[in-house]
């Protein structure tokens, strides 16, 4: 089959990788400038760590589970071997390298919502079962030849696989951590807990923003022949039109609520759009994207209130409310909006429910596992830092190196 | 020998440096000083409004002789005001001694405020 692949194809698929790769920086921008500069260094670290144990534990298992033949459930263990893939019109290992930086990002996501108070330790085990059990099995679902794909599931470029999973991951974790030391009065009342940057944050969404353009286009897996050409246009458009939709939702909905323009949480809608779009970047038109993009972060500031103010969840930078609320709502609209099979186009209920089913599972999936892994883990050594070291920084005593020194 | 310490506002640091210049004051030392105060700034963050009553201001400090404690402080008076509530406080005290490091001089005669 050597003489199947594509060049372009390649090329195309490995810039792609690439562009996902550099969303990595802009998560931990993103994470850094949104909380405060005594955390600074750890959550870099924590941004590194995620990309380094899934990038290695992704190889040994990880894909194996996601892509391996296995049953509808999971993949098969093949240990350090990505072989059994075989080439397509990519080599195997351009198909694995992409896979490989969409697990990373899910892993990523998570550790926004536990800034701030985690133990290193905890986190690095964490991040390693994110990445060899509970994104490959759900991806397995859905990418892999699992049930979900079975069903007819459409998930383009993983709202509900990668976001859905890291963000209500994310969930769990700030729920068993409870909230930072000063977020709450003893009356109940939520404190604003201002980022110490955020042109750091600001920038991170741009690099966000950017690096979308390689996660979702580049999902289609080619750009040979007029079809590619077109779908891969296509959905930059898409992308491109929720993230613009998305972010001016926030900043006249802040406008109209606040009496401000707020920058904070028009960051928080630009990527509330870009995560809503990515399950139904290729089958919903362009307008479609951009009402996707409109709900999605009205969606978002209104999750970002309830967390906040009446279930007192901290989530300092927004992942649970960004990447687990708007990655289920975008799955859900993309059977809503897309052009062949959507509700709204005359495809019945029947695509609508699959998504909704799909979003709902992995949701689920997510939250019991996180859910499980933390509480193991909080019972056995304690997740989250001693307040001293809380209230110090989780530079100096987790890492004994501070991100900023005169 | 006295010391006058102006708080002022941050952005009239420039004025009050260049009509502190012009009152003979060739040296001061300044540092940012954050204060506490009844006036109330609105601010909001990811969807939380909360309000701040940090004030940023610029503090001045200048030793000089008696003689020019009036003119450095109708200096600042003048560059400093706008006539909002928050313009700041002068305060002058006196100052027993002092010595220069380098020479070991002490008294008036080390001050540098002569041009």
Same mark, same amino acid.
């Given at each position: 089959?050597?003489?199947?692949?594509?060049?372009?194809?390649?090329?195309?698929?490995?810039?792609?990788?690439?562009?996902?790769?550099?969303?990595?920086?802009?998560?931990?921008?993103?994470?850094?400038?949104?909380?405060?500069?005594?955390?600074?260094?750890?959550?870099?670290?924590?941004?590194?760590?995620?990309?380094?144990?899934?990038?290695?534990?992704?190889?040994?298992?990880?894909?194996?589970?996601?892509?391996?033949?296995?049953?509808?459930?999971?993949?098969?263990?093949?240990?350090?071997?990505?072989?059994?893939?075989?080439?397509?019109?990519?080599?195997?290992?351009?198909?694995?390298?992409?896979?490989?930086?969409?697990?990373?990002?899910?892993?990523?996501?998570?550790?926004?919502?536990?800034?701030?108070?985690?133990?290193?330790?905890?986190?690095?085990?964490?991040?390693?079962?994110?990445?060899?059990?509970?994104?490959?099995?759900?991806?397995?679902?859905?990418?892999?030849?699992?049930?979900?794909?079975?069903?007819?599931?459409?998930?383009?470029?993983?709202?509900?696989?990668?976001?859905?999973?890291?963000?209500?991951?994310?969930?769990?974790?700030?729920?068993?951590?409870?909230?930072?030391?000063?977020?709450?009065?003893?009356?109940?009342?939520?404190?604003?807990?201002?980022?110490?940057?955020?042109?750091?944050?600001?920038?991170?969404?741009?690099?966000?923003?950017?690096?979308?353009?390689?996660?979702?286009?580049?999902?289609?897996?080619?750009?040979?022949?007029?079809?590619?050409?077109?779908?891969?246009?296509?959905?930059?458009?898409?992308?491109?039109?929720?993230?613009?939709?998305?972010?001016?939702?926030?900043?006249?909905?802040?406008?109209?609520?606040?009496?401000?323009?707020?920058?904070?949480?028009?960051?928080?809608?630009?990527?509330?759009?870009?995560?809503?779009?990515?399950?139904?970047?290729?089958?919903?038109?362009?307008?479609?994207?951009?009402?996707?993009?409109?709900?999605?972060?009205?969606?978002?500031?209104?999750?970002?209130?309830?967390?906040?103010?009446?279930?007192?969840?901290?989530?300092?930078?927004?992942?649970?409310?960004?990447?687990?609320?708007?990655?289920?709502?975008?799955?859900?609209?993309?059977?809503?909006?897309?052009?062949?099979?959507?509700?709204?186009?005359?495809?019945?209920?029947?695509?609508?429910?699959?998504?909704?089913?799909?979003?709902?599972?992995?949701?689920?999936?997510?939250?019991?596992?996180?859910?499980?892994?933390?509480?193991?883990?909080?019972?056995?050594?304690?997740?989250?830092?001693?307040?001293?070291?809380?209230?110090?920084?989780?530079?100096?005593?987790?890492?004994?190196?501070?991100?900023?020194?005169? | 020998?006295?010391? !006058?310490?102006? *708080?002022? +506002?941050?952005?009239?640091?420039?004025?009050?440096? =260049? $009509?502190?210049?012009? @009152?003979?004051?060739?040296?001061?030392?300044?540092?940012?000083?954050?204060?506490?105060?009844?006036?109330?700034?609105?601010?909001?963050?990811?969807?939380?409004?909360?309000?701040?009553?940090?004030?940023?201001?610029?503090? !001045?400090?200048? *030793?000089? +002789?008696?003689?020019?404690?009036?003119?450095?402080? =109708? $200096?600042?008076?003048? @560059?400093?005001?706008?006539?909002?509530?928050?313009?700041?406080?002068?305060?002058?005290?006196?100052?027993?001694?002092?010595?220069?490091?380098?020479?070991?001089?002490?008294?008036?005669?080390?001050?540098?405020?002569?041009?």
């Amino acid at each position: 089959m050597e003489t199947m692949i594509n060049s372009l194809d390649t090329v195309w698929v490995l810039i792609a990788a690439m562009l996902v790769f550099f969303m990595q920086p802009g998560f931990a921008i993103v994470e850094a400038g949104f909380t405060r500069s005594k955390n600074s260094a750890n959550i870099l670290m924590k941004n590194f760590v995620d990309f380094m144990a899934g990038s290695i534990l992704f190889w040994a298992i990880g894909f194996g589970l996601m892509h391996g033949s296995g049953n509808g459930f999971i993949g098969e263990i093949h240990l350090f071997d990505f072989s059994f893939f075989g080439d397509s019109n990519i080599p195997v290992e351009c198909s694995f390298i992409f896979q490989t930086v969409f697990c990373a990002t899910a892993a990523t996501i998570v550790s926004g919502a536990m800034a701030e108070r985690t133990k290193f330790s905890m986190y690095v085990i964490f991040s390693i079962l994110v990445s060899t059990i509970i994104y490959p099995i759900e991806g397995h679902w859905a990418w892999g030849g699992g049930w979900l794909s079975e069903m007819g599931f459409h998930d383009f470029a993983g709202s509900t696989v990668v976001h859905t999973c890291g963000g209500v991951i994310g969930l769990a974790g700030a729920i068993i951590l409870g909230p930072r030391l000063g977020k709450y009065s003893k009356s109940g009342q939520s404190n604003a807990i201002p980022g110490h940057n955020l042109t750091f944050g600001a920038l991170g969404v741009f690099i966000l923003w950017f690096g979308w353009f390689g996660f979702n286009p580049g999902s289609q897996l080619a750009a040979s022949g007029a079809d590619n050409a077109r779908a891969i246009s296509h959905v930059m458009v898409t992308t491109n039109m929720a993230a613009a939709t998305g972010g001016m939702t926030a900043l006249v909905i802040t406008w109209l609520l606040y009496k401000k323009a707020s920058l904070s949480l028009v960051c928080n809608g630009i990527l509330a759009g870009l995560v809503g779009i990515t399950a139904g970047c290729d089958v919903v038109s362009v307008g479609g994207a951009a009402i996707i993009g409109v709900l999605c972060s009205a969606a978002m500031i209104g999750s970002v209130s309830l967390l906040d103010k009446v279930l007192h969840i901290d989530d300092p930078v927004g992942a649970v409310s960004v990447h687990g609320v708007c990655g289920m709502l975008g799955t859900i609209l993309t059977g809503v909006f897309a052009t062949e099979g959507g509700l709204l186009y005359g495809g019945g209920w029947s695509f609508l429910g699959v998504e909704t089913l799909g979003c709902l599972v992995v949701a689920a999936w997510s939250f019991v596992t996180g859910y499980a892994l933390f509480y193991v883990l909080d019972k056995w050594k304690g997740i989250r830092v001693e307040p001293r070291i809380e209230e110090e920084g989780l530079d100096i005593y987790e890492h004994g190196e501070t991100a900023y020194n005169s | 020998m006295k010391k !006058i310490e102006a *708080i002022i +506002r941050r952005t009239k640091f420039d004025e009050v440096k =260049d $009509a502190l210049f012009e @009152a003979d004051i060739n040296w001061f030392s300044y540092s940012e000083v954050k204060a506490i105060g009844q006036d109330r700034q609105d601010r909001i963050y990811r969807g939380v409004m909360y309000s701040t009553d940090i004030i940023s201001r610029i503090e !001045i400090t200048i *030793i000089c +002789r008696d003689q020019f404690v009036q003119p450095a402080v =109708d $200096a600042i008076l003048k @560059a400093a005001h706008t006539g909002e509530v928050g313009d700041g406080r002068i305060f002058v005290s006196t100052v027993d001694d002092t010595w220069s490091i380098r020479t070991g001089e002490h008294g008036d005669s080390v001050i540098a405020d002569i041009k």
